[in-house]
């Protein structure tokens, strides 16, 4: 048959007959047994029957050969090719033996299985996580007497003195001033408390900051732009490592706690995805394939998502738009089933103590009326410009910290940043409480026995609500959150601890959308009789709901930061669990998206990307300029001519001389047409290899890259045939071939490097870091602010 | 600037150069002046000054070239190209003045407008096809007094003489006996319904496949493997016109109505379709590029699913994971919105008369217990062997149809199955009921008030249930629909009428489900002290929900069909609007994939696809066998060498007497060193228009590829330039190539052919049916089932 004959010394069988060829090569007595047995060395290893089985094709023929070195890029055609390669080879097998058979479909079940322990384990540590923070975050106030291990509400459950209206109140419960001094009112006891809180504050955000420092630099800020560069192929050994996820889980619950403005959803994204590379080491299938680790780096992510707000659904398209490079169906399913498990394992724990498992659950019993999309419209131009405002001024902050000498003392900043939080949160009380009860609180609607001071309503008749005194207060105290916390995230975001951003900006959105709200009610409250209100809105009907246009500006704020759409709608719309309030919330996010879009159109992780130098290939936005391949590639027009190697004649101390990372093969220098593509690394590894168990390999000895050898003269040293780890399937794309279509193809396909031919003949070589440097020179950019290959 | 050169002559330029181009090469002159004007010809048209003032750019240069005939596959790379070309023209120009900003701004968001007006179209005539096929429905059973155009619920709504127990009985509505004979009970009385029930039902089915035969043959079936390759990039003209639209709208409610084993679910998304692609004729940037077009259709197939069941975020993820094959965020989003709108637009005709979004809404009050997850496994298991049951036993009919002379019969047929269906489904209640009603009933939970059979328990103490005989008669009449059911149904599905799948695999499994609950319901009440009932479910307790049963497995059985998976899960949480029943659903559908797949892995769509031929590459399954480019490409080892032309040399009437569809060009026969790319219809359009307009063309005349015009003897004709007509940047793999790798390039970047080569020179080549025709060899399947090109 055509299609069994697979050659032995294709490019990229490195994973089966490498390991074949190098014997080979090194071994011809060896090969020679494997001509015989077989009829003919092109057809060995590549039917799974004869050599195969005498060797584990599934081990590496050479410890680096098909690797990667650290900071570099993976090439998805070979990593795809591999897996597809094993999994012939193990199908092929299975046909054989029962036990072939069982190891076939252990094989196919290990996807699930791991998908399986992902997820229960990023459930649990979620949960963990929820457990501690809320414990530490209550321990800045005071202390359970019933025993030191029960946070506020706990402590308070378990007394038979609370009445519904004061829950929170109970004489097991004690702040610092109380148990320090015995007092609990008065001045004197406010400043101890205050004091004591600025003390836990400095003490945890210190703890965090050493914690990073010392054991695990990887385990700050949000994580989410390097795992959307990793995601997209690239190589940091470390920054998913065990170190990583024991120091972040542990500071990031010392982050939370300390009060800083910061959010553990992107953390628990980079968690998960922790989880998921260090349980990938139980597999053979995903240790050894990059490209198979990262299709369960994606599901990792929407496990983020889903353990951080209880939104499965929400989680994988968010790891879909927001963070994927490459995800097949086959992974959204399984991601989507993770997802699940994460999220049920998660609320088995339940860490809010109300059994649901979402973050900020609702229920609004008013329907919302067509005149408000109006005010949504508002506040998804508000969130828009904030958005698009504090990207710019978050920017520019990690820009200072990055060129002066700010960034030295990232111990200092932290403390500072702490102390000044602490300072300015506590007296009021709407930046004292945590970031996820802000929020919840602002969502909530207002019952009847609600007393909080939000819902400080003068009950004039039945139904009927006007401000009352204390909702006044209220509303002056957000607006001095709201400003506080527009300044404060734009210095939080980056620091050396890990932060979230969904936090404070749902948090910005939730103050801004119930002022509106407020303002709104009362303003139908006192026109009932205007124009836009009437027929919808009489007298003292409960007709506006503040708390959904909390949630709505949060919605708005947050898509502007991130430039999040449907994955955003659907977390929300997870959260309240009704289909009616998507309209608003679209709308919302729509107008916020495009008017941020309006100053730049990176979200903050692209921003941050960029900041970075990650050499990050951005699949959404599309290539605008009209240059050619050859405008791009690579040599320029001055530059002396392309370093290539040629099949035969060359020796190896000449190849052994040269310094780039990877060579194109010709047929002779004159006539420059292709043959291969060979990297240095594995040129390297295999002439050490050779020089080590191969006799008369020396300097002078021919490095031989065609199919059978040339005649040599007789005194010259043994030649060293290297076909096998030559690429024989490059690809190559004309000179004329518009830039927008190359960078597709590097895109769609995951190329590393790409030829570039004229009628025939090669002519240079682009690489993704010269696209990206090409872009960043269009973009009027620095074009050597692309830091890695 | 390097990037602003991007010349005249490249082949990709066809909507501006193309026409400059043209005139180069027909009015010399007149391209003199040109590149007077601007310096150099090379310059010209692309950076949006000049020349393209001049003309339209969006207009093509010369009617049919860039177009494709019916039955061809259309190049993706190409198209999306040209669409970035026009876009950066649009962008150049709106710097220049306001009108063009303006332009610019109303193209950008003419995207918006269409989805807009696709969700306001489709959910109009869904919300038509709702209210004409419940009234014709119903008229098979009696007419309204009141009037003849409300249907039974509607005509005793009105009546103030119905009671909340018997909401539908009412003197104002007349069964056909009463009407007839003036009895409404008794034998004859039955027998008159019994005969008028199976007139309508033969009087509608004739009318659907009439017109379907008279009016627009497409309009049949289901739609969806259609849609699929129609979306993978294939012309099929006419099959979503606006004689499409009409008469499958008209038969699709004919269809229904006359009780046939169908549903509108299919056919809906063929609907919306339709509407998208007739209302991209609106826009320029849609009507003109055929990939942008399928951009639409991706998101109008989310629109149609979101209409049949109300599930927005199902309808988007089915489009995603079923239909779609291209499928950019931007159109996720898109999508999502055009969904929205739909389903609000359905909403506001309110349609079922329950201001319900759902086609099923279902609240159950008990949570499932682990145990439950045994039986809905089995329920998997059953949905999977269904589905695989259906698919071979549905396929092996349809053959039958097509190789017999059954096909020539489709009106006797359709009458045939429509008496069969009507006569043996009126003495069941079960099936006398249209499908969706049915499902309704059977996801219900009975309440005490529930007056139907199914609820049919005898109330031994106030909460505990036994089956009393009402229940009994009831799971006969179930069992019975269950046979009748699955028989009836792969016989209707590939009739001559519109035909939905998703209601009749639903019913099948929703009947299954049904029973098994009720079976474990009495299990669980007759051994409450069993162990594996003990500790959960108590005596009396109503602990288990049969109407769960139902929906469980109705999802699998649906699963089995179409191997839908997450967009299953989401439909059906959608319809249900709790997580806490998604783990059974997913548990269920899982199994049944599993099961399933084991039978084989196509799901009823593409089994479709490929008992047509349609030359549809599948995304989802990786190519598995060990080939070779070379072993795919054509010249085949024995036939004779590739058809090419030489770059200058050749004449015009050399080229016009060639027969393939596309020839390769090289430097010179001897060298093969590969120019660009042509297209045979490109050419002859090209040749055409120059010997019309162009003095001294005949078929002497040197065709001439280069970018200069070669020395030419004295006494010769003018030679006709034809490089803009060429692809300069064809694609091109190596001979050593593996396939899986070739076959992933044609998937991802939509390719129609692709040049192969070996050491720089030209081999042969790939077309996408050269691959087709291959992977069908390799599964021993007739290649030349591979219809068209």
Known sequence: MLSDRRKCWRDRCLSVAMLLCLKCTFCPSLSGVYEEHNGTSRTAGMNGSGPSRLVD?????????????????????????????????ITNKSRQSTVALLHSISDAFSGWLLMLLVGLMSGALAGGIDISAHWMTDVKGGLCLRGFWFNHEHCCWLSNETTFQERDRCPQWQSWAELITGKSEGPFAYIVNYLMYIFWALMFSFLAVILVRAFAPYACGSGIPEIKTILSGFIIRGYLGKWTLIIKTITLVLAVSSGLSLGKEGPLVHVACCCANILCHLFTKYRKNEAKRREVLSAA?????????????????FSLEEVSYYFPLKTLWRSFFAALVAAFTLRSINPFGNSRLVLFYVEFHTPWHLVELAPFILLGIFGGLWGALFIKANIAWCRLRKTTCLGHYPVIEVLVVAALTALLS?????????????????????????????????????????????????????????????????ITFGMKVPSGLFIPSMAVGAIAGRLLGVGMEQLAYYNHDAVIFKGWCSQGADCITPGLY??????????GVTRMTVSLVVIMFELTGGLEYIVPLMAATMTSKWVADAFGREGIYEAHIRLNGYPFLEPKEEFEHSSLAVDVMRPRRMDPTLAVLTQEGMTVGEVESTHFSGFPVVVSSESQRLVGFVLRRDLLISIDNARKRQDGIVSASQVVFTEHTPPLPPDAPPPLRLRCIMDLSPFTVTDHTPMDITVDIFRKLGLRQCLVTHNGRLLG????????????QMANRDPDSILFN
Not at 301 to 317: D, R, Y
Request: glycine content about 8%; aromatic content about 8%; some cysteine.
């Open 57 to 89: 094709p599934l081990e590496d023929p050479l410890p680096g050969v098909g690797t990667y070195e650290d900071f570099n890029t993976i090439d998805w055609v070979r990593e795809k090719s591999k897996d597809r390669d094993r999994h012939r080879e």
């Open 301 to 317: 992510a929407a496990v983020g998502v889903s353990v951080a707000f209880g939104a499965p659904i929400g989680g994988v398209l």
């Open 426 to 490: 506590y007296p009021n009380s709407y930046t004292r409480m945590s970031g996820s009860e802000l929020i919840s609180e602002l969502f909530n609607d207002c019952s009847l026995l609600d007393s909080s001071q939000l819902c400080g309503y003068k009950q004039v008749t039945n139904t009927s609500d006007t401000a009352g005194p204390g909702l006044y207060t209220a509303l002056w105290q957000l607006a001095l959150a709201l400003v506080f916390k527009m300044m404060i995230t734009v």
């Open 550 to 559: 909390a949630m709505v500006g949060a919605a708005a704020c947050l898509g």
């Open 765 to 776: 070589i682009i690489t993704k870091k010269d696209i990206l440097k090409h872009m960043a």
